[in-house]
């Protein structure tokens, strides 16, 4: 009974391809989120869905591109994977102001 | 720019004694912290919150001291327990962003026997 599950966990790729992840929540939170942490560590937000509509959408290459298929699911898709692109990838979701997040997905792009 | 800043990468510190890990932040339009615990290969999982509102929360063996006017928080453990043994991530928002997480770098914590 996982309450934010993401997948791939792992994810190992070519530059130039096109891969997506995939995650989802059974919280019944209206909001979920992603995550990049990078090299050094940080955790920073990508983006953010209320209700399947778009309410934040930092500074990320237009090659992100997030789908909210229903309020359970936000899935990211990658157009073009650099290298610069390897990291992990949090997806989290919240009700009100905590935030829950997923196991992970480590991509490398090599 | 970082908003949150965690300035001590690691902590050592005996079994039963107490872990302190400090946090700053320099954006006055937070008002809620929260702190999470990270171990290798899992995403964060929440430890406790604390609203502007209030200076402390206690939730067990974890007490979130909040003090507003110097922008600093500290997440106290005690007693100690090798299972804490892990990162621990410092997070701040404010009302208006929409619930984006400004996140500090994080602490090791390494908890000895």
């Known amino acids: 009974d996982t309450a934010v599950s993401q997948t791939p966990k792992y994810l190992v790729t070519q530059m130039g391809n096109d891969k997506s992840i995939k995650c989802e929540q059974n919280?019944?939170?209206?909001?979920m989120y992603w995550y990049k942490q990078d090299s050094k560590k940080f955790l920073k937000i990508m983006f953010s869905?209320?209700?399947?509509?778009?309410?934040i959408n930092e500074t990320v290459p237009n090659r992100f591109s997030p789908k909210s298929p229903d309020k359970a699911h936000l899935n990211l898709h990658i157009n073009s994977l650099e290298l610069g692109d390897s990291a992990v990838y949090f997806c989290?979701?919240?009700?009100?102001?905590?935030?829950?997040f997923g196991p992970g997905t480590r991509l490398t792009v090599l | 720019d970082q908003q949150v800043k965690q300035n001590s990468p690691s902590l050592s510190v005996q079994e039963g004694r107490i872990s302190i890990l400090n946090c700053d932040y320099t954006?006055?339009?937070?008002?809620?912290f929260l702190w999470y615990k990270k171990y290798p290969a899992e995403g964060p999982t929440f430890l406790i919150s604390?609203?502007?509102?209030?200076d402390k929360n206690e939730d067990g063996r974890f007490t979130v001291f909040l003090n507003k006017s110097a922008k600093h928080l500290s997440l106290h453990i005690v007693p100690s327990q090798p299972g804490d043994s892990a990162v621990y991530f410092c997070?701040?928002?404010?009302?208006?962003?929409?619930?984006?997480?400004?996140f500090g770098a994080g602490t090791q914590v390494v908890v000895t026997p």
């Open positions: 989290a979701s919240s009700l009100v102001d905590t935030q829950y």
């Open positions: 919280l019944g939170h209206d909001t």
């Open positions: 869905y209320n209700n399947k509509e778009l309410i």
């Open positions: 954006n006055s339009m937070f008002d809620y």
């Open positions: 604390i609203s502007s509102i209030k």
């Open positions: 997070a701040a928002s404010a009302t208006d962003s929409w619930g984006k997480l400004q």
